[in-house]
């Protein structure tokens, strides 16, 4: 009788991720984690190697934004502490990474071992779940575990320790699997489907409303449900908006999508939100983006209704007027069932929407007329990189004002008709420097399909040393930069807050960042007026190369910064 095969418990671990279905690992290679890395050798797991780990946590959060589909960052102990950015910017988003830790040997803990840090408790508050693997033999056990915690209710990211003491050691490679559940492959994810009684509560609430509005959340892109979004809106005639900082549920350029429901970078939403008599928030959270749902942002007399797939969810909704329990696609399918529209309502929002779009047409080409031939205003640059694109091309943004100009940008371009095959920007936690891997995960998904990325100085200088993994995996994109010579988002706040008008601390030099890209082996420009942009950006994305576009820009407020720095004795945006 033969003896059960040995195999180390890394490739374990990999084993039980690969059962799973993940498809894709990102990693900064360290020896505590070479047992995992040979088991996803072994099982010809594509590993895409980052120049840091803080890199490798933001392209496994990008590849999973766009694939809806888990991915991995391994990382080493000292690893994880640079990977902890990445686990922030995923649970802000609740996108379903799996971070892994290769940790410090089990059998000296508590004894001073070779790069101990106690990376459980760490991860624990910035994700859903975190553990210690302590028995090579349930490896695939609290994979299971992690995973189910990952993709169920209220998805977002998870960690798992596993020793390098159990890493290197030996298990037959059937380990665990002797007793139910005799596999560990993924499994259909549960979805709550609502009471009957409390979703005809709800639907009586809409037909009985003269102007109703949807806002739509997280919930609607993880259960998958934004095409019966667009039929509800399309067909119901009901305006919907979109919470602010995550991957558009709808195409700028779909009838029904009106734009943020924020107030200051889109200003429609307040009068739209502040008349309607009923608000129904699917898949998304009353906090401080929607002022907890208190006034002045949610007036005292609507109706506000939170429609959310988990109690999880359902917790940080205590504030509404009525909570539930629904899959958000199993709620629109009802909405689509309504047999009331409100055309007059949807007009009234439509037409607000174009005069805002005009507006802002008009202050810029007296902005781009004022200073022709100067340095460019940001949203003037924001406007010509979306001409430049295709209908399949991706844009992606990162920065504080540079983003809340480019968020604008594409609000004015959806109206005219502007057809984008994707955007991606930072989330909840507004971190700087998750552009350059989220452009590569656009890429990595899409290679056919230019990817372009509008990001600040700022941002790039947080992140920009994800572009070589560009180079390395043959991943061209392109990167703008809005240059303004400094931190100019927080800058602004500090003219506003300090008695003497002055900013402090946030100035950089003129850093020449076309130059650093071509000596990367990229094509780099640099560009100094506007004229001289298209030409640029055309030579850029046809270059087959990762490209560098170098904009000098003034240093212009964004309504959102400028909104709340005027008000507030402090200079943060809540």
Not at 123 to 135: E, F
Not at 418 to 430: F, R
Request: proline fraction near 6%.
């Amino acid at each position: 009788m033969s003896e059960t095969p040995k195999i180390r418990g890394g490739s374990l671990l990999a084993r039980a991720l690969v059962d799973k279905g993940v498809d894709h690992v990102f990693t900064l290679a360290g020896g505590f984690c070479n047992p995992a890395l040979e088991g996803f050798m072994e099982c010809q797991m594509p590993v895409i190697n980052c120049p840091h780990e803080q890199v490798a946590g933001h392209l496994a959060d990008g590849h999973t934004r766009i694939t809806r589909k888990p991915s991995v960052c391994l990382v080493g102990p000292e690893g994880f502490a640079n990977a902890v950015p990445a686990m922030l910017e995923a649970m802000g988003e609740r996108t379903p990474v799996v971070f892994v830790t290769g940790s410090s040997t089990l059998k000296r803990q508590g004894a001073g071992g070779f790069k101990e840090i106690d990376d459980v408790a760490i991860a624990a508050p910035l994700c859903k779940y975190s553990a210690q693997i302590t028995d090579g033999e349930r490896i695939g056990e609290f994979v299971d575990r992690a995973w189910t915690a990952a993709t169920t209710g209220y998805p977002g990211p998870v960690h798992l320790s596993l020793p390098v003491d159990i890493m290197f050691s030996s298990f037959d490679e059937d380990a665990g699997l002797e007793e139910r559940p005799f596999h560990f492959r993924p499994r259909s994810i549960p979805r709550a489907w609502p009471d009957p009684t409390a979703l005809t509560a709800v639907i009586d609430k809409l037909k009985k409303a003269e102007r109703p509005v949807i806002i739509g959340g997280h919930g609607i892109w993880w259960s998958g449900a934004e095409a019966i979004l667009a039929d509800a809106g399309r067909e119901r005639r009901i305006p919907i908006f979109n919470v602010p900082y995550h991957t558009k549920l709808l195409g700028e350029e779909v009838e029904a999508y009106m734009g943020l429901a924020d107030f200051h970078q889109y200003h429609p939403s307040k009068p739209a939100i502040h008349e309607a008599d009923l608000v129904l928030m699917i898949g998304g959270r009353l906090d401080n983006q929607m002022n907890f749902g208190n006034p002045p942002f949610f007036k005292k007399e609507t109706t506000l209704v939170c429609i959310n797939g988990s109690h999880e969810e359902l917790e940080y909704n205590r504030a509404a007027d009525i909570l539930l329990l629904s899959d958000p696609g199993a709620f629109l399918e009802a909405v689509c069932d309504v047999e009331k529209s409100w055309p007059d309502w949807f007009r009234v929002n439509k037409k607000r929407r174009g005069a805002w779009v005009d507006e802002w047409e008009a202050h810029i080409a007296d902005e781009t007329a004022k200073d022709a031939g100067g340095k460019m205003h940001p949203l003037q640059l924001a406007l010509d990189v979306n001409s430049a694109l295709g209908g399949e091309d991706w844009l992606i943004f990162d920065g504080g004002n540079t983003h809340f100009w480019s968020e604008i940008a594409v609000n004015m371009a959806g109206w005219r008709g502007q057809k984008l095959g994707g955007i991606m920007h930072p989330g909840n936690y507004s971190l700087l420097g998750v552009g350059v891997s989220f452009a590569l995960s656009a890429k990595a998904t899409h290679p056919d399909r230019n990817v372009v990325l509008i990001s600040g100085d700022g941002a790039f200088l947080s992140g920009g040393l994800s572009v070589e993994t560009a180079f390395q995996e043959n991943l061209p994109i392109t990167v703008v930069i809005d240059n303004n010579g400094g931190l100019d988002c927080i800058s602004q706040q500090q003219e506003r807050l300090f008695s003497s008008g002055k900013h402090f601390a946030t100035d950089f030099r003129d850093i020449p960042f076309h130059t650093l890209v071509e000596g990367l082996g990229g094509h780099g420009e640099l560009v100094e007026t506007r004229d001289q942009l298209q030409p640029a950006l055309e030579r850029a994305m046809a270059s087959g190369k990762t490209a560098c576009v170098n904009v000098k820009c003034r240093g212009v407020i964004s309504p959102i910064v400028a909104a709340t720095s005027d008000k507030r004795d402090k200079a943060s945006i809540e």
